[in-house]
């Protein structure tokens, strides 16, 4: 069985998202057990069940809010793993994900930090969830972790073997890394998805809730287009807000990924607030309505 991406080939027309601009929402996990910092800032003497509890309560307002997708990330268990996260670690997050994806109606994605595309491959098809963020997904990336390496050409077999329907959302120049050897950012995201077989690619800033620069988006799309006019699709990984989320969408990219705009705050730890969600989820509804 050859397993296939729930991308169309046209990004407005994508079988796993239901508007062909999707707002997703990260799910930012609380250090796990077996991290620094696991179970602190609670009074429950079960810190694993409350890592669990807020990863449910954050993933109903964003649900509530009008969120298209969301992504599941152990943002919480830093200094990170660089490639390799601990058998705990992929039980942990499995757990949390399948409770998640029973409790949601919206697309689930994961994404095991700093890199381990296969660990989010295995999570997603145990808990029957619908895509992975792979953070360095081909090429060499130099980052606080040490020397990232893609490994496109595994993380693509071990999809064949799981026979899972998961689809692979790579990102190009990912923040927090300097790339090593790279022409330039257009190049990358070409080889990202001609070479390395991602179904779409994620563009980001330089860090988390660091804006993306639209001259980016721009490139990425417009490298990406076919002379029949379709293009791999192209989301925004950082610094999208209720204010720039209509000029990301009129650069060129086909859906957002906003973790710290949808916390109270706008703190990237803090829970989601659902208000939060309900007015960036509207910015990108009247942003695309303007286009048509």
């Keep these: 069985m050859t397993a296939s991406s729930p991308f169309d080939a046209t990004p407005s027309d994508s079988a796993l998202f239901e508007t062909g601009r999707p707002v997703i929402g990260m799910v930012h996990l609380p250090p796990l057990p077996g991290a620094p910092g696991f179970g602190s800032g609670t009074e429950d003497e079960n ?19 009008g969120i298209d997708g969301i992504i599941l990330e152990n943002f919480g268990d830093a200094p990170f793993y660089p490639e390799d996260v601990p058998k705990h670690v992929v039980a942990e997050m499995t757990a949390i994900a399948t409770a998640l994806t029973d409790a949601v109606d919206v697309p689930v994605g994961i994404n095991v930090l700093r890199n381990d595309a296969a660990a989010a491959l295995s999570v997603a098809a145990a808990a029957d969830a619908d895509f992975v963020r792979v953070n360095v997904h081909v090429g060499t990336a130099a980052t606080d972790q040490g020397i990232l390496e893609g490994r496109a050409h595994e993380t693509l077999r071990l999809r064949e073997r799981l026979e899972a329907d998961i689809a692979i959302l790579a990102d ?21 998805v001609e070479r390395g077989g991602a179904d779409c690619v994620i563009v980001s800033g330089p860090g988390t809730g660091a804006e993306t620069p639209l001259a980016d988006i721009e490139r990425v799309a417009e490298v990406l287009a076919d002379p029949d006019g379709d293009r791999a699709p192209v989301f925004v990984g950082s610094g ?21 705009a ?19 989820v509207a910015s990108a509804r009247a942003a695309g309505s303007s286009d048509d």
């Design 47 to 65: 810190g694993r069940e409350a890592v669990r509890t807020r990863a449910l309560e954050d993933a109903a307002r964003l649900e509530a809010g």
């Design 172 to 192: 190009v120049h990912v923040k927090h890394a300097t790339p090593i050897g790279e022409t330039g950012i257009d190049r990358a995201a070409l080889e990202t």
């Design 240 to 260: 999208v807000t209720t204010e720039t989320v209509a000029d990301c969408l009129e650069a060129g990219a086909d859906g957002v990924i906003v973790g710290t």
């Design 262 to 280: 949808l916390k109270r705050g706008g703190e990237t730890t803090n829970p989601v607030s659902q208000e939060r969600v309900e007015r960036l």
